[in-house]
């Protein structure tokens, strides 16, 4: 799997010889209209946002299809989304937290409409720009990587989970992956090809563990994935969580109980013996 830092350029430069025909055979930029991109949100009571991030997403030089997906919102998420443009269905199941539904919702819809890629954005994005949404797809459409993953500065009081669960866990069971700055992102692009291979499987999480699960298993099944710094990332829950950091924890422990599920699965749970604390 190849560095996460390195640039899109030096990805085109090192691309393998089979992508280089359909590479060249790509539309060059302004004639994007041939490629089928379509951005979903999974959206929960999210109406303070979703206008703006619909609409910034659709005015991307892809053109995308934009998909919310909505769980039991009852704020004016719903008609907002519809309003600024975008389909809304609803989330399959009546389970809370539910964004693996959601996505896998979300996903199902997007390969009924034929997508080539698909793009996950969080719905709660104060400050989302289309240029986020041109640096996520960028690679993943020009064939540098199967899988964009958006990472930002963060402040130092924010990240808890990522920075106290799921950094410290990769790094044992998955040092592959130890390199990546935001395991838990929730901003992330793939191709359609990938999104299906990871769609069979059986213990697709339901709720938190959705992000590092779809980290962890594109990463075993050997995908290439690039992550691409998109600058300061200001969200509505956060405030939050900096209240009461209680809330925090079901994210935390559904994170956590997703690495262990997938370190026994990949055996990789003997990585425990090599630790010396
Ligand atoms: N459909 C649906 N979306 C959800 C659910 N829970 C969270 N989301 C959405 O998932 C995204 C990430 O959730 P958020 O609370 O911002 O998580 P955080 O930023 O990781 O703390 C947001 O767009 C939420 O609205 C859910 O149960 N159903
Ligand atoms: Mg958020």
Not at 66 to 84: F, L, P, R
Not at 115 to 143: C, G, H, Q, S
Not at 204 to 224: F, R, T, V
Request: net charge negative; charged share 25%.
């Amino acid at each position: 799997m190849a560095i996460s830092q390195i640039t899109v350029e030096e990805k085109l430069e090192r691309l393998p010889k089979k992508h280089e025909n359909e590479r060249r055979s790509l539309p060059s930029y302004g004639a994007t209209n041939e490629i089928k991109l379509i951005v979903i949100f999974p959206a929960r009571n999210e109406a303070e946002t979703i206008a703006h991030c619909v609409s910034t997403a659709k005015k991307s030089k892809y053109e995308p299809e934009i998909i919310v997906v909505d769980g039991e919102s009852c704020d004016q998420t719903t008609a907002e989304a519809k309003t600024s443009g975008a389909s809304v269905i609803k989330q399959s199941q009546s389970i809370f937290p539910a964004k693996g539904v959601a996505i896998r919702d979300g996903l199902n819809e997007a390969f009924k409409l034929g997508a080539e890629y698909i793009m996950f954005l969080d719905a709660d994005i104060a400050n989302l720009t289309t240029e986020w949404v041109d640096l996520l797809a960028r690679p993943v459409i020009e064939k540098a990587c199967d899988m964009s993953r958006g990472y930002y500065q963060r402040a130092n009081y924010d990240g808890a989970v990522t920075k106290l669960v799921a950094k410290p866990l990769t790094r044992t069971f998955f040092p592959e992956i130890a390199h990546f700055e935001q395991p838990l992102s929730g901003e992330i692009c793939a191709t359609s090809e990938l999104f299906k291979a990871l769609f069979v499987s059986q213990d697709w999480p339901n709720g938190w563990g959705i992000d590092i699960w779809l980290l962890i298993e594109a990463a075993m099944k050997s995908y290439d994935i690039t992550e691409v710094y998109l600058g300061t990332k200001v969200h509505t829950s956060r405030q939050d969580y900096q209240k009461d950091v209680i809330g925090l924890a079901q994210m935390a422990e559904q994170v956590a109980l997703t690495t262990f599920k997938e370190a026994i699965k990949y055996k990789r749970v003997d990585n425990l013996n090599r630790l010396h604390l």
